[in-house]
């Protein structure tokens, strides 16, 4: 089975702080995705990585980055935390559809409190 | 753009009966694919079910099955047999021919009562 893993469970930072989520897959998947969900507003795409060192902008980027130096390893960064960045966040990774489109795989998700 | 409508923020169903989620998508496109995700209270969003565009035939997975409309948009889950396990967020979700990424809808919230 795909596992995908991210760090924290629940994050307690502060306003300004640098914020790091790590997450982490084992089934070699090219794709990777960080999402951020919130109660009424479903999934929202934040960052997505096709490949090592390639990113693309997803729907609400602002105020995130997001590194990837290995494959199975996708950060989000929270440059400078702000409240309103509060949020349950969810990775996420797949293979290439290339014809034959495949299913995401989840992680547990990080609860992310910033006071 | 396409968009993702479920329209029913919470459902609410008597166990060993049967629920139909509804979503309905908008695109311009003719390759996709279309999703249901299961996200049970705590625990991790798993794929329920998926379907082709092309396929005419409806999927099922076991007491879950679709109702795939093409002509009018529109993406129901029939969740059969309902279990208590069953409780969880449902999302419907979009994927274009084209692309990696998923639209997703703003979720249901199924509870199944003993």
């Known amino acids: 089975d795909v596992k995908v893993t991210q760090s924290s469970r629940y994050l307690v930072k502060r306003t300004g702080e640098k914020v790091f989520l790590e997450c982490v897959q084992d089934m070699d998947h090219e794709n990777m995705f960080w999402y951020r969900q919130d109660p009424g507003l479903g999934l929202r795409l934040i960052y997505f990585?096709?490949?090592?060192?390639?990113?693309e902008k997803g729907d609400i980027p602002e105020g995130y980055s997001v590194s990837r130096e290995k494959k199975e390893r996708f950060s989000l960064i929270l440059e400078s935390a702000s409240t309103n960045q509060t949020s349950m966040y969810l990775c996420a990774s797949s293979s290439p559809s290339r014809g034959a489109t495949q299913p995401q795989h989840f992680g547990d998700g990080t609860r992310l409190s910033i006071l | 753009a396409q968009t993702v409508t479920q329209s029913q923020p919470e459902m609410s169903v008597q166990e060993a009966e049967t629920v139909t989620l509804s979503c309905t998508y908008d695109?311009?496109?003719?390759?996709?694919?279309l999703f249901w995700y299961k996200q049970p209270p705590s625990r991790q969003m798993i794929l329920a079910i998926r379907?082709?565009?092309?396929?005419?035939q409806n999927a099922t997975e076991n007491r879950f099955s679709v109702n795939f409309q093409k002509a009018a948009k529109s993406f129901s889950l029939k969740i059969s047999d309902s279990q208590l396990g069953d409780t969880a967020m449902y999302f419907c979700a979009f994927m274009w021919g084209g692309s990696e990424k998923l639209v997703f809808g703003k979720g249901t919230k199924l509870t199944v009562n003993p």
């Open positions: 379907q082709e565009a092309y396929k005419q």
């Open positions: 695109t311009s496109e003719s390759n996709y694919y």
């Open positions: 990585s096709y490949d090592v060192k390639m990113k």
